[in-house]
């Protein structure tokens, strides 16, 4: 039934387009780097901008500062207030979003091509002309407090604070991108600003393009939206040391259901081996229902409704982590499971019939990500950010195909190491 749905599913979703394997790189200015997947189908164009400006260079004491300056973007710029702002979006149907990772502050734009010139002019304000006004700074500094009063409340968000604090040891990493409290209160409009100037820059930023503008038109169009921002890109991030905690952490919190969020050092995206433990991870945890982790926690032994892991690769260090809740009572048992079953995985790898599996679902699944220029865009971006060559996008299915079952068993033996996982229990475990 499994290996039936997943096969389904592949054949539905293929064929990649033709535009994305034709993705190129564009060479307009010293410092950015520029993709672009042109498609006149229909008159939409997609921009995906990353920044150098993730929460790993947030100053100390004041955690937050990269989300807080990204959320600033739509709240004015030049002589146009916040309303002003948003009322120009609004009207000409264009959509401005930003977030912000550990490594990344990542703008999307999509607009129809007849409302470009407005929207690269918008963008560019952002960019190089923002207001900070007063009212709009209380406004989003209060925003994000109570967003860090729900996540208080979350005990996912809880354990993962935890993990992350404990996993990265004392690295920038190890803090929130969402900052904390004595943090976002310490940010000044003078802060903002700071950052901004020294991280929305062109030294550094990665571009990626889709849809109905042609290769000029979208050498014009950066030129005209990043001509005006400095050209230094910021310092490097410290290197990390050793990565984990080993063992079980246990943060008491009053909830019904504990949540547990676990660990291992991972592979960085650079290193020869990452796909095929991006293999090993869908067989072992990351591939839903179809998962060893999902068969032994939640159906053999019913511990779990669901259980997922994923690999997490970063400029400095690559992580696996997972995600399981369940009842306290049953908390000890569930970790038990997962150290068993990473073990085993680790001893005999996977069977041909998983790695199979796996690649027919991970390569049928892969035109997903261009069903629209957005989606193309962005997945451009994010092979940019990875550090990727562009025509990766076009060979990546035929690398996961080469993968042997060899590749990945010596991968798994060297990744999943029970002894070395960190978890963090945010909740309570019986006998605790």
Do not use: C
């Not at 918008?122 to 923002?130: C, F, G, I, K, Y």
């Not at 968000?157 to 004392?170: C, D, M, S, T």
């Not at 409704?305 to 809740?325: C, K, P």
Request: proline share 5%.
């Amino acid at each position: 039934m499994k290996r039936a749905l997943i096969l389904g599913l592949a054949l539905a979703l293929a064929p990649l387009s033709a535009q994305a394997f034709g993705a190129k790189r564009v060479e307009v200015a010293k410092g950015e780097e520029v993709w672009f997947a042109e498609d006149h189908s229909l008159p939409m164009i997609a921009l995906v901008v990353s920044f150098p400006a993730g929460s790993a260079y947030d100053p100390q004491g004041k955690s937050g500062l990269a989300t807080f300056t990204a959320a600033m973007l739509d709240e004015g710029a030049g002589n146009t207030d916040s309303k002003a702002f948003h009322d120009a979006l609004a009207d000409r149907a264009i959509q401005l979003g930003v977030s912000t990772d550990r490594d990344w502050t990542v703008v999307s734009l999509v607009t129809l091509s007849s409302n470009a010139k407005d929207a690269f002019k918008l963008l560019s304000m952002a960019l190089s002309r923002p207001r900070f006004d007063a009212d709009a700074i209380a406004r989003v500094r209060a925003q994000m407090l109570q967003n860090i009063a729900q996540q208080d409340e979350d005990p996912a968000e809880i354990a993962g604070r935890e993990f992350n604090r404990l996993f990265f040891q004392g690295h920038p990493y190890g803090h929130s991108p969402d900052g904390d409290r004595a943090g976002l209160s310490a940010i000044t409009r003078g802060d903002l600003k700071a950052f901004a100037a020294s991280h929305w820059v062109r030294g550094g930023v990665k571009i990626a393009a889709a849809g109905d503008i042609t290769q000029a038109g979208l050498a014009d169009a950066v030129k005209s939206v990043f001509a005006s921002l400095g050209a230094k890109a910021p310092p490097a991030l410290p290197r990390i040391g050793r990565l984990g905690a080993p063992g079980t952490h246990v943060i008491a919190m009053p909830v019904p259901q504990p949540n547990a969020v676990f660990g291992l050092p991972g592979i960085v995206r650079a290193d020869k081996d990452f796909l095929p433990a991006y293999v090993a991870n869908y067989i072992l945890g990351g591939g839903g229902f179809s998962s060893r982790l999902t068969a032994e926690v939640r159906e053999k032994k019913g511990l779990t409704y669901d259980i997922s892991t994923d690999l997490t690769d970063m400029r400095r260090a690559g992580a696996w982590e997972g995600l399981v809740a369940t009842r306290a009572d049953a908390m000890q048992d569930t970790i038990a499971t997962v150290q068993a079953t990473m073990a085993k995985f680790a001893g005999e790898g996977p069977t041909p019939q998983e790695l199979a599996d796996a690649k027919t679902y991970l390569t049928g699944s892969y035109p997903r990500a261009f069903a629209s220029n957005q989606g193309t865009a962005s997945q451009l971006s994010a092979f940019q950010r990875a550090g990727l060559p562009v025509d990766y996008v076009a060979r990546r299915n035929d690398l996961i195909n080469a993968i042997t079952i060899e590749d990945v068993r010596r991968v798994a033996k060297k990744l999943f190491d029970p002894r070395k996982l960190t978890v963090v229990v945010a909740g309570t475990m019986k006998g605790k």
